[in-house]
Structures are given as structure tokens and as C-alpha cells.
């Protein structure tokens, strides 16, 4: 199985650009003063017990006069006094107790949203599904949003014959999935199923959120085994052939989480992915490293060797250790050494492919994975030249 840290966080980054970036639907989130992220928020007020201990700690403090420490002798039941480095700061008591009430204002204003969601008024559910979008956008609101209960109702319209509703639904699904734990609810709301209905019948925006919630939630090892059973894989290789380009990196990222459980690898296989992802390995499409890392995974099986070897992937996986970025050659000597190990027919395809000085400069100059990989690929060329050279008495060309 490959390890592939980059690409995971390139993932990462890739959640992000999937949730709105939309400066004006930032700003309606700035109005509502909901974004606690970017409030200055006081801490609590402590009790006598607290500031003893808070007058224990090594915080350093301004040097006092004699004047001064006399006037700090002083209780004000107004003020506290808060360590910010190396200066005190001074917090009203009064400003916690105003952001107890907007915190309050803005959950009832959560649970509206969600009420809304449950609306016979086509415009109601609109606009409810489009806040609680953008509004997920913020971890601590995505914990809110869910703690509230908005999942069960926004799976529901991810089933909706309304696209706009489908979009926005997704899309907060989406965004909450962020969180790890509403990972777990989201899959525990039966989610699944509706996120293969958006990736069949969705915009093409709703397909490429499907994809990557899917993605999103294959992260957890117990996720894997239930998406690749649900009919998911199928979907998924759909959009990996047709989708937009965002579509299809998101499509080959959940691939590629899939890929990982040894369970799921021959569905991908037998679902027609492998010429799709053969299709993607031009530079062009800018995915070779995402694909070369599915095809590693694949490769291990022997109908996933086939099928890449079939559809011409020994001799661009030749290339990409060759010309590829360093993770790519590593994990495409990754993809290499499970052929070679296979059997001598496939060392023959590696070797008249021109792979030895490739791998010979990878072996000295790779990752230190993929100098171990390089140098496992060369052994088994070495021991087939030398059972030809035991066979024909000569070398072999």
C-alpha cells in the first residue's frame, strides 16, 4: 500500500478551495457578526481562587513604583487583569457577558436555519440551505451547525429535485465534514447513498462536493470498507472519466483513499478505472501524481497489473520515474516493483522500456523510499539478465 503524505496534503488544500471563497459571501457572514474566529473574544471572569493562582504563575509584568504598587492594592470588580505576553491587557467583565448573548443569538438563529430546511416553501429551503453553506465554513461553526442537528435534515435534500437546494445541501455537508467528528455522524446519517444520488444526477459543482465528501469521510479506516460496498466506486469512476477537471482530481483523491483498503482495490478495477486513470497520466491534465499513486495501490493485485499493462501504464509509469516530480518517480518505481516482482514477462516490458538508466540515477539521487524501490527494480533485472545469460550463453537485448 502507498503511503502518500503530500498527497494528502494536497488534499487538504483542496477541501478548502471546495467551500465557497466568494468575498461578498463572506461579507454576509461578517454582518451577522457570526464569525467568532474573528471576534476578540474576552475570557472568562476568574474567581478569588483563580487570580491567586494566576499571581503564582511566572508571568512577567512591568517594573511598579512604589506609587503604583500601592494603587494595585486596589480591587475594581470592573476590570480583570489578562496576561497577553509581555503586557497586561485590560477586558471588561461586561464584554463576556455580550458575547454569552451573541453566542446565544446566533445558535437560535442555527436552529431557525435548520427549521427551515424542513420547509414546504421552495425559497425557504433555499435560502436556509445557502446560509448554513456558507456559514459551515468556520470550524466552530461546523461543530455548532452539527451539534444543533442540521446533518440529518441537509442528507434528506441532498435527494432534492431542486438543484440549487442539491448544491447548497452538498456543499454544507461538505464543509461540516471537515470536522472529525461530524465524520462520524454524517456517515452514521446514512449519508452515503444520497452522495452517490448527487454524483449521478447533480450539477457539475454538486458532483465535484459529492466526490470530495467522499473523499472527506474515506479519510477514517472504518469509512472504506462501507463506501466501496455502497456502489460508490462506480460513481466515482464515472465522474474520474467525465467530470470537470475539478471533478475528476476529486474523483481520482477518493480513489486513491479507497485504494488504500486492500477490499476495495478489485472494485476499482473491475469498475473501468484504470483506463481512466492511464487517460490522466498526460502532464497536461496536470494529475500525474495523483494518478501514479492509485495505479501503485492497484498494481499490487494481479487483475490491477493487468489491467494497467493492458492499457500501456508499464511504459508511462517508465516515464514518470523517469521525468516525474520526486514523489511521482517514487511511487511510480513503487508501481514498477510489483511488476517486476511478478514475473519475468513483466520485467522484460519494464526493461525494453528503457526503465535501467532511469532507475539507475533514481537508486542514487531519489527519496530514500524511492531509492529502495529503485534498487529492488534493478535486483530483479539483474537476476532476469542473468538466467538469460545462463539460458543463451549471451546478454539479453
Known amino acids: 500500500m502507498v503511503s502518500y503524505t503530500d498527497l494528502e496534503q494536497d488534499i487538504a488544500g483542496d477541501v478548502n478551495q ?61 476590570i480583570r ?40 416553501a421552495l425559497e425557504t429551503v433555499r435560502e436556509a440551505t445557502s446560509e448554513l453553506r456558507i456559514l459551515a465554513k468556520d470550524l466552530d461553526n461546523q461543530i455548532l451547525i452539527a451539534s444543533c442537528g442540521a446533518i440529518s435534515p441537509l442528507v434528506d435534500l441532498l435527494r432534492s429535485s431542486d438543484m440549487i437546494t442539491q448544491e447548497n445541501a452538498v456543499t454544507a455537508v461538505l464543509n461540516l465534514s471537515i470536522s472529525n467528528n461530524n465524520k462520524v455522524n454524517i456517515v452514521k446519517a446514512e449519508a452515503i447513498e444520497p452522495l452517490i444520488h448527487v454524483l449521478q444526477t447533480g450539477t457539475d459543482e454538486a458532483r465535484e462536493n459529492a466526490a470530495a465528501t467522499l473523499y472527506s469521510l474515506s479519510v477514517f479506516e472504518e469509512n472504506k470498507i462501507r463506501i466501496g460496498n455502497s456502489g460508490a466506486i462506480g460513481a466515482l469512476v464515472d465522474l474520474l472519466g467525465n467530470g470537470t477537471p475539478r ?7 477518493a480513489l486513491f483513499y479507497l485504494s488504500t483498503c486492500t477490499d476495495n482495490r478489485l472494485t476499482i478495477v473491475r469498475s473501468g478505472a484504470v483506463k481512466h486513470l492511464i487517460d490522466l497520466m498526460d502532464p ?19 487483475e490491477g497489473r493487468k489491467a494497467i499493462a493492458e492499457a500501456g501504464g508499464i511504459s508511462l509509469l517508465v516515464e514518470a520515474v523517469e521525468l516525474g516530480s520526486p514523489r511521482g518517480k517514487e511511487n511510480a518505481a513503487a508501481a514498477l516493483v510489483h511488476f517486476c516482482a511478478d514475473s519475468n ?29 529503485a534498487n529492488r527494480i534493478l535486483q530483479h533485472l539483474r537476476n532476469l539478465q542473468a538466467a538469460y545469460n545462463d539460458i543463451a550463453g549471451g546478454s539479453y537485448t
Open 18 to 78: 471546495q467551500q465557497l471563497h466568494n468575498s461578498s459571501e463572506a461579507g454576509k457572514i461578517n454582518e451577522l457578526g457570526m464569525m467568532a474566529k474573528d471576534q476578540d473574544l474576552p475570557a472568562p471572569a476568574t474567581t478569588g481562587t483563580q487570580q491567586k493562582e494566576t499571581k503564582d504563575q511566572n508571568l512577567p509584568a512591568p517594573a511598579t513604583t512604589g506609587t503604583q504598587q500601592k494603587e494595585r492594592k486596589r480591587y475594581n470588580p470592573k
Open 81 to 120: 487583569v489578562q496576561s497577553m505576553g509581555l503586557s497586561p491587557m485590560i477586558v471588561p467583565l461586561s464584554a463576556r457577558e455580550g458575547q454569552n448573548e451573541v453566542a446565544a443569538r446566533f445558535e437560535t438563529h442555527v436552529k431557525e436555519l435548520i427549521e427551515n430546511l424542513k420547509s414546504t
Open 247 to 253: 471533478g475528476r482530481k476529486d474523483a481520482a483523491t
Open 284 to 302: 497536461a491534465t496536470g494529475m500525474v501524481d495523483r494518478v501514479v499513486v492509485v495505479l501503485a495501490n492497484l498494481a499490487s493485485g494481479p
Open 345 to 373: 514477462r513483466y520485467c522484460r516490458r519494464v526493461l525494453e522500456e528503457g526503465a535501467v538508466p532511469p532507475l539507475v540515477i533514481l537508486s542514487m539521487s531519489g527519496t530514500s523510499r524511492a531509492k529502495e524501490k
